[in-house]
């Protein structure tokens, strides 16, 4: 039974398992459902796994997984159990002994193919996985990233807002404790201001009080005089008792002392009557009985007397007792009066503290409406800065996006100024390489041919032409032909103008090269002719006109344009010129301080003025003046001084006009700080002495010697160039001043033009002729790159033969 059950087909083995077990299969695990669900490729699907693995055969409807209807019927899927099921699956056969071979291949061969679908599967979802593992794991390099840049993002926002808010809850604190202070103020002034009314109260208490004290005082001052007054007219009346009194005294005392005179005239009479009394004695008891009576009555008058006495002393005692009263009165009267006007000072005191503490009052109650008018002021401007502050706080964040737009858009357009840059850079750096291949195209050694117009002076007629524009049109702006006795003969240069041409015309044609001295390459641009052919001319010009400008003015004037220009690409260039003067191999310089005539000449002697080339190839002469020069307004006040110190020179020297070589240098040394470059430019133009036919100057002697030597110097410089331009190891006439001097603008990257200048004067065609030989030759001279062909035909006899 067991061998039966174990060759049983799979697909018996697995649909009984199928049918069997519904819920089994429904929690069955499904291999990479739960990634597949996750990635692009995860969409649900339907399986018909069994339908493949169980050959064709699906499991009964109820076994299948919800939803799983068949939508995408195409879409193979294979679960664990299915696979271990097709790996564990042995062939099938129903009878051993019937087994048939044809059977048996039939079920592998479906085996295969089964298991051919489920390795695709595999690999498919394999596949799928590894490129759902790439996406997820791109996805979460780029999530990270942009999880790390929000969170520096995050992180400088919750800095900006956090510094914001540390600044608003400052101000808060600020205004609170203003806030606080003025509350304080305000309550001490509320205390204040309630003690002052307090103590007003108690002032106006004490003010009534006294009121009422000065009335009752004032009552009783009235009493008091009233009984003053009472008490004074019981006085006067007293007085007047007592004056009565005095009167009745008086009068007693008159009647006492009428009585005693009475007596003793009654006792004398009495004398009379006791003499008379024997006689009398009748009489004598009579007059007894009269003088006890007279007695009686003297007693009842003393009597009375002490009465009145009595009364008087009691009198004088109630008038002792009355004025006692009187004066306490008084006393009592003036101290009441005292007391009054203290009180009424009291009072006044009281009234004036009571004004002041009123004034008070009304300045702390002035005091207290301005803080309450601050408080409230401060209040709004609370409110003001919190609606600020929640109107900051959201224009902040605004700002912030904006900021942080801006930020983005500005390393944007830092990115494109740096390409920008980078571009100009490349581009100037181009554009030199292309300038120079330009020139270098054209000729690192050049020559120009520029003929003079008719002068005055000139010794024949305007229609007498001996020079003449070529009629081919290969010769047409670069050839000329002179006519000597008959014979016509052509030459040719880089460049020939005739004599209408303008100054500015002519410097165009060189502007290139002064551009190549600012580059930082040698240049230099001389002019060679006989005497009067248009030398200075072209060199100089005619400062005062500014149409006639020559070639130096102009240079100059270009090389500080073009200096301001490239100073936005970041060149910094500093320059310095120099002018010298060489005659006779004497060197002179034109920049030495004014001195005067004999001095000048001293200084000169005792100086070396040696030339010198160092290892860069640049020229220096010793003791030589070089001044740093900033505009060309600097450069021309030089060259007036240099004009000057020549024609001081000559005069000094008693030397003829146009016999010396005049040599003026610029040097440019540029710094380019952003692109760290330097370049060193020099730029010499000269103007040689004239060459001179000996026939025609007329001087003898020493000055003879000098014309030679200066003709021979000049006809010997085409030997020179030829050698320097060639590089040749022997150069002729080394030594001589001129040579050395230029010797670095020949050779190497250094652009040399020559202007052969030439008269149209019929009387001096031979000189003419020489010059333009020379400057053929010159012509002739190839350095490093191809020349066009210069035609030689005409151009055959180089050699000068001047003298
Ligand atoms: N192209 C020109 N147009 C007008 N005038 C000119 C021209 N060239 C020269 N001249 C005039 O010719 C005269 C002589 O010229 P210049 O002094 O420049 O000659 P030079 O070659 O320098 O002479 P030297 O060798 O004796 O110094 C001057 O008066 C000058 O103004």
């Known amino acids: 039974m067991a061998s039966k059950s174990q060759n049983k087909p799979p697909l018996v083995a697995s649909h009984s398992k199928f049918s069997g077990d519904e819920v089994t299969v429904k929690k ?19 399986r018909q796994a069994f339908s493949v693995v169980n050959g064709g055969q699906d499991p009964p409807p109820n076994s299948r997984p919800p939803g799983s209807s068949g939508s995408d019927a195409g879409v193979i899927e294979f679960t664990k159990e299915d696979v271990e099921a097709l790996l564990s699956e042995k062939p099938a056969s129903k009878n051993k002994f019937n087994y048939n071979f044809k059977e048996k291949k039939e079920q592998m061969d479906d085996c295969i193919k089964r298991l051919k679908q489920c390795v695709r599967w595999l690999r498919q979802l394999e596949g799928n996985y590894v490129t759902e593992q790439e996406n997820l794991r791109n996805l979460l390099e780029v999530a990270e990233k942009k999880c790390s840049d929000v969170e520096l993002l995050m992180k400088e926002k919750e800095n900006e807002l956090n510094s914001i808010i540390i600044k608003l809850r400052q101000n808060l604190d600020t205004l609170q404790e ?67 009194l005095q009167q009745y005294n008086s009068r007693l005392q008159s009647e006492l002392h009428e009585t005693k005179e009475t007596l003793k005239h009654v006792e004398k009479e009495k004398a009379a009557v006791v003499e008379n009394l024997s006689t009398l004695r009748g009489h004598y008891s009579s007059l007894q009985e009269q003088l006890a009576t007279s007695r009686d009555l003297q ?57 002041s503490f009123t ?49 983005t858009f500005i390393s944007e357009l830092e990115d494109r100024l740096a390409d920008a840059e980078l571009k100009i850079t490349e581009g100037e750096k181009l554009r ?19 003929v003079r117009p008719f002068l005055s002076d000139d010794g024949v007629g305007t229609d007498t032409r001996v020079i003449s524009v070529p009629s081919s049109t290969e010769s047409m702006g670069r050839g000329i032909d002179v006519t000597q006795n008959g014979q016509k003969l052509s030459f040719n240069f880089d460049k020939a103008f005739m004599p209408d041409t303008s100054q500015q015309e002519v410097f165009v044609e060189i502007s290139q090269l002064v551009q190549s001295a600012l580059d930082g390459y040698k240049v230099c641009i001389f002019a060679y002719g006989q005497t009067g052919s248009g030398k200075t001319y072209t060199m100089m010009g005619k400062p005062e006109s500014p149409d006639q400008r020559g070639l130096i003015p102009r240079t100059l004037e270009q ?24 005659y006779n191999e004497t060197i002179r310089d034109l920049l030495t301080p004014n001195k005067s005539s004999s001095d000048a000449s001293r200084q000169e002697n005792g100086k070396q003025y040696n030339i010198k080339h160092d290892a860069n190839g640049n020229t220096h002469v010793s003791d030589l003046t070089v001044m740093d020069v900033r505009s060309s307004k600097e450069v021309s006040y030089l060259l007036d001084r240099a004009a000057q110190s020549r024609s001081i020179g000559k005069t000094q020297m008693n030397e003829q006009s146009s016999r010396s070589h005049f040599v003026f240098t610029l040097r440019i040394t540029g710094f380019n700080e952003s692109t760290d470059q330097q370049v060193q430019g020099v730029l010499n133009l000269i103007d040689l002495a004239g060459s001179e036919r000996l026939s025609k100057s007329g001087v003898t002697g020493d000055r003879l010697k000098e014309t030679q030597a200066i003709n021979k110097s000049l006809s010997s410089l085409s030997d020179v160039i030829f050698a320097l331009a060639k590089k040749e190891e022997h150069v002729p006439y080394r030594n001589s001043k001129l040579t050395y001097l230029l010797q670095p603008c020949l050779g190497g990257d250094s652009k040399t033009l020559m202007f052969v200048n030439v008269s149209p004067d019929p009387s001096s065609v031979g000189e003419s002729l020489c010059s333009l030989r020379f400057a053929a030759r010159v012509n002739a001279c190839e350095i490093g790159v191809p020349r066009r062909q210069t035609s030689l035909k005409s151009n055959s006899d180089f050699r000068l033969s001047i003298g």
Not at 185 to 212: G, H, I, P, T
Not at 323 to 340: A, F, G, I, K, N
């Open 359 to 407: 004034s008070k009052m009304n300045e702390l109650e002035s005091t207290c409406s301005c803080q309450m008018e601050q408080i409230r002021r401060l209040q709004e401007q609370l409110a003001f800065a919190e609606k600020k502050l929640k109107l900051s706080n959201m224009s902040a964040t605004e700002t912030r996006s904006e900021f942080e737009e801006q930020k």
């Open 559 to 582: 090389v500080f344009e073009t200096r301001q220009v490239l100073q936005a690409q970041g060149w910094k260039y500093e320059m310095q010129v120099s002018m010298l003067e060489i």
């Open 299 to 355: 007693n009842e008058a003393i009597k009375q007397k002490e009465a009145l006495a009595s009364d008087v002393t009691s009198l004088r005692g109630d008038l002792l007792q009355i004025r006692d009263d009187r004066d306490r009165q008084l006393s009592q009267v003036q101290v009441l009066s005292t007391e009054l006007v203290k009180y009424q000072e009291c009072a006044g005191k009281s009234i004036a503290e009571l004004h």
């Open 178 to 244: 203003k806030h606080t202070e003025v509350e304080l103020d305000k309550s001490e002034a509320l205390d204040s201001l309630a003690r002052e009314r307090e103590s007003k109260l108690a002032v106006e208490k004490v003010q009534a009080s006294l009121l009422e004290e000065l009335k009752r005082t004032q009552e009783d001052n009235a009493s008091n005089i009233q009984k003053i007054q009472s008490l004074n007219d019981m006085y006067k009346r007293l007085q007047e008792y007592n004056t009565s």
């Open 432 to 450: 030199k390489k292309l300038h120079n291949t330009i020139l270098e195209l054209k000729g690192n050694i050049r020559v120009f041919c520029r």
């Open 28 to 46: 069955r695990r499904r291999i990479g459902s739960t990634k597949l669900s996750s990635g692009p490729v995860a969409r649900p699907q339907t």
